[in-house]
């Protein structure tokens, strides 16, 4: 009555177990038992056959039980964690790596796929020093990383399986290896291809607005301006910095009345 139902089974049938036992043979199985309380208690149990009948079934049984419930719930705890760090290693949208400092790959997330055409079991073990499209990236990332402990943000361009070079942040930290109690580096890589090309986009647009004919002005939905371009300072004579934080009242030039310029901003805080 006191065993947990899914250890029942174990107990029962040790009398059968017995009668296989050889002499000084030890018999070890564990289980769980309710206290008083109420509580549940996983016991170690190791058992000898001490004495036999004449036929040579066991008669009489020696065993010492250990309560193990700290240890057996310190291991759940663990596998729980374990559980836990695999479902987000493997789900991860960025891409968790290790290497030593000689730059062989000894971990990479199964997300590398998501950016590139390798997948993890063809990286592992590879040097990564192969995989940079400019090598001076890396000496320079690795002075860097040696000298800090830690690089945040640091831009590379990495080869593909297929040659092609695609840009990546990386993110990563010296640390000590727990088993080979050596430095390690551990980080984070993210592609940035569509980040690259925005930034390109916006400066090919600042570009052009800064080189059009046309006074362009910028504000915040407040009307505080926030960008102005070549054309603007040439036909006003005021300076960039001049306006900057300004209000565009300060070119009016007080021919229009308030009513124009009512309609003016009313117009444009619809949207039109």
Request: charged share 30%.
């Amino acid at each position: 009555e006191l065993v947990h139902p899914d250890d029942l089974q174990v107990v029962t049938t040790m009398p059968e177990k017995y009668k296989t036992l050889k002499d000084e043979e030890v018999l070890s199985y564990e289980y769980r038992v309710k206290d008083i309380q109420g509580n549940w208690h996983w016991l170690f149990a190791r058992e000898v056959i001490s004495e036999r009948f004449e036929n040579g079934d066991p008669w009489h049984i020696i065993g010492v039980v250990s309560d193990i419930t700290e240890k057996r719930n310190a291991e759940e705890h663990i596998r729980q964690s374990e559980i836990k760090y695999r479902s987000i290693f493997e789900n991860i949208q960025d891409v968790y790596y290790e290497i030593n400092l000689n730059g062989d790959i000894l971990e990479v997330s199964p997300s590398i796929a998501a950016i590139s055409k390798y997948t993890r079991e063809e990286l592992i073990g590879k040097n990564m020093n192969k995989f940079y499209a400019l090598p001076e990236q890396r000496e320079d990332f690795m002075n860097k990383l040696l000298e800090l402990k830690y690089v945040k943000d640091y831009e590379v361009s990495l080869r593909d399986k297929d040659k092609t070079v695609f840009p990546c942040s990386v993110s990563a930290r010296l640390v000590k290896d727990e088993t080979t109690q050596s430095e390690k580096i551990t980080g984070i890589m993210h592609d940035i291809s569509e980040r690259k090309r925005d930034e390109e986009n916006i400066r090919l647009l600042s570009s052009a607005l800064e080189s059009a004919a046309n006074a362009i002005v910028i504000t915040d939905n407040e009307g505080t301006i926030i960008w102005v371009n070549h054309a603007f300072t040439k036909l006003t004579g005021f300076k960039r910095e001049e306006v900057l934080g300004e209000n565009p009242r300060i070119i009016k030039s007080g021919v229009q009345n308030k009513a124009f310029y009512k309609d003016l901003w009313d117009t444009i805080l619809q949207g039109k």
